[in-house]
C-alpha cells in the first residue's frame, strides 16, 4: 500500500506543474497577442454570473477591490487540483491522463469561442495545452522509469574480500531527484508566468485609460471651486477628491472591454418617440458638465471604502431622454454595457435636477478603461448596481413591470437609493494615541448621504453622550463630508469611537446592522484605540 501511495504521488505532481505551466504559458501569450482569452479570465468571466449572490457579497467583503483578482487565483487553485487528479489516473493510464489534460485545456477555449471571440483568442489555450502535455509527459516519464538495479556488496566470511550479491538488487530511484528539482522548477516558472500575465493585463489596463486619443472639449458648465472649509487638516484623514488611481473597482467584467472610442455609439430606443443613436465626435460637440459626484457601492460594509468622490465631465441624462421624448407609462431606463450588464435606474431620477451625467472623463482626464472608457453613467443619489452602468451602449426606455436588469434577476431591489451613513478614518484601527495640547484627542472620518446631504455628524465614546462633530464646507449634495470632533478627559487604556451622520431629511444612519435594501450594510461604525 505504502508502495503504490509512493508511485502515485509523483504522477499527481505531474499533473499540478503540468497545469501551472498550461496557466502560465496561455497567460504570456494572451498579454503578447493583446487579447483578453487567458484562461483564467474566460473562466472567471463565465462563472461570475452563476455565482449566487451571497458568495459575491462575500467575496466582496473578505476581499474588496481585490475580488477579482481572488477570482483567478481560485480558478488557478481549482485548475492545480483537477491537474492532480488527472496526475493520479496518469500512474495508471497515461493515455487517458493526456486525452482529460486536453480536454481541460480545450475548455475556456470553447467558452470563449462560443461567446463570440475570434479564433486568435483560442491561440492562449492552445499554446498553454502544447506546452502543458509536453511537461505532463516529460514528468510522468521521470516518475516511472527505472533506475539502474543498485547491488548490495558483503564480505566473504573465509576471505574477507567483497563480493557483489546479484541476488539483492534493489529498485532505485536515479530520477527522483531529477523529478524533483524539474518539478519545483516549473511549478516556479508556471506561477511566475501567470503572475506576470496579471501584472502586464493591469498595466495595460491603465495605459489604455491615460493614453486615449479623445480630446476633451471644455466644459460648458465647470464644477464649482472647491471651497477653503471643505477639507478639514487632520493627518489621515481621507481626501474630499479620490485620486483616480484610488478609485474602488467593483464590477461583473473579469477584464474590462476594450472599446474604440471612434466606433462607439450609444443606442436611446424603447418607449420613446424618437429613437436615435449619438456617436462619440456628437457626444463631444454637445455642453458639457462638471459636476462633483461621490459614488458608492452597495456592498460596502459598514466603515468600508468602497465609495469615493470625482469630478466627472459628461452630458445630462435628462438631455438625451428629453430628445428621445419618453411615453407615458415608462418608469425605469435599463442602461446596457458593451460587456452585457444592464442597471435598471427609475426614469424620475433621470429626469429630475440631479447631476446624472453620461460621462467622458473622471478627474480631468477621459475615464480609464477599468473605469468605464470610453462613456459610463453616473447618478447622485443610487447604488452603483442600478445606475453607474460603466462602457455604456444602451439606453431603453422601459418599464419596471417589463424588464428586469443584471441584479434585479438575483433578488437585488429593483430601488436602491444610497443611504445615509459615514465612518472613521482617525484613529486607525487598534491604534495608541498621545493626547495633543489641552488633553485633547481627536476622531475624523467621512459622511454621505448622495443628492440629499449631510446635516449633521455625531460622535460618542464608549457608551457616552453623543456630541455633534464639526463638519467641513459642503461641496454639494451630492459629495460626501468630512468631520472632526475633540475629546477630553480620556482616561488611558482602550475606548471604543462610534459615529453616525444624520441628513438633510432628518433619517439618522441606523444602529442596527441589518440591510435596509437587498445587498446594503448599514449601522454604526465603531473602532477602538488606545490612550496612553
Known sequence: MVGSTQRMWPSVLAGVVATLIYFGTAELIARSLDVASAPALLIGQALIPLMPTVLI??????????????????????????????????ARRRGLALVLLIGFG?????????????????????????????????????????????????????????????????????????????????????????????????????????????????????????PTGAELDVPGLTPLVTETAEFYRI?????????????????????????????????????????????ACVSNEVGGDLVGNAKWLGYPIRDLLARAKPHAGADMVLSGSDDGFTASTPLEVLTDDRAALLAVAMNGHALPRDHGYPARLVVPGLYGYVSATKWVTDLEVTRFADKEAYWTTRGWA?????????????????????????????TAGMAWAQHTGIEKVQVRIDNGDWAEAELSEELTADTWRQWRCEHTGLSTGTHTVSVR????????????????????????????????
Open 501 to 532: 451622520a444624520i441628513d438633510q431629511d432628518g433619517n439618522v444612519q441606523t444602529s442596527e446592522r441589518r440591510p435596509a435594501i437587498p445587498g446594503a450594510a448599514t449601522g454604526l461604525h465603531e473602532r477602538q484605540f488606545t490612550v496612553e
Open 251 to 295: 464590477d461583473t467584467a473579469l477584464f474590462p472591454p476594450s472599446i474604440d472610442a471612434g466606433t462607439w455609439m450609444l443606442r436611446v430606443h424603447g418607449m420613446v418617440e424618437n429613437e436615435f443613436t449619438i456617436t462619440m465626435a456628437e457626444l463631444l460637440d454637445l455642453p458639457l458638465q462638471e459636476h462633483y459626484v461621490t459614488l
Open 106 to 226: 480545450l475548455l475556456p477555449a470553447v467558452v470563449g469561442f462560443s461567446s463570440g471571440a475570434g479564433l486568435v483568442a483560442t491561440l492562449p489555450s492552445l499554446g498553454g495545452i502544447a506546452a502543458g502535455a509536453a511537461v505532463f509527459l516529460v514528468l510522468l516519464h521521470l516518475a516511472t522509469v527505472p533506475a539502474r538495479a543498485g547491488a548490495s556488496t558483503h564480505a566473504r566470511a573465509d576471505t574477507g574480500e567483497e563480493e557483489t550479491d546479484t541476488q539483492h538488487r534493489t529498485p532505485a530511484r536515479p530520477g527522483r531527484r531529477a523529478f524533483f528539482g524539474l518539478a519545483a522548477g516549473l511549478s516556479a516558472v508556471g506561477i511566475a508566468a501567470i503572475a506576470a500575465g496579471q501584472s502586464a493585463a493591469t498595466l495595460a489596463r491603465s495605459a489604455a485609460g491615460t493614453v486615449t486619443k479623445l480630446v476633451l472639449p471644455r466644459p460648458a458648465a465647470s464644477a464649482p471651486e472647491i
Open 414 to 442: 429593483t430601488h436602491g437609493p444610497v443611504l445615509v451613513a459615514s465612518r472613521i478614518d482617525v484613529p486607525r484601527p487598534g491604534a495608541t494615541v498621545t493626547p495633543k495640547s489641552g488633553d485633547r484627542v481627536v
Open 57 to 90: 457579497k462575500s467575496a466582496i467583503a473578505v476581499f474588496g477591490t481585490h475580488d477579482k483578482l481572488a477570482l483567478v487565483i481560485t480558478i488557478v487553485a481549482g485548475g492545480a487540483g483537477c491537474g492532480a487528479i488527472i496526475g493520479w489516473i496518469g
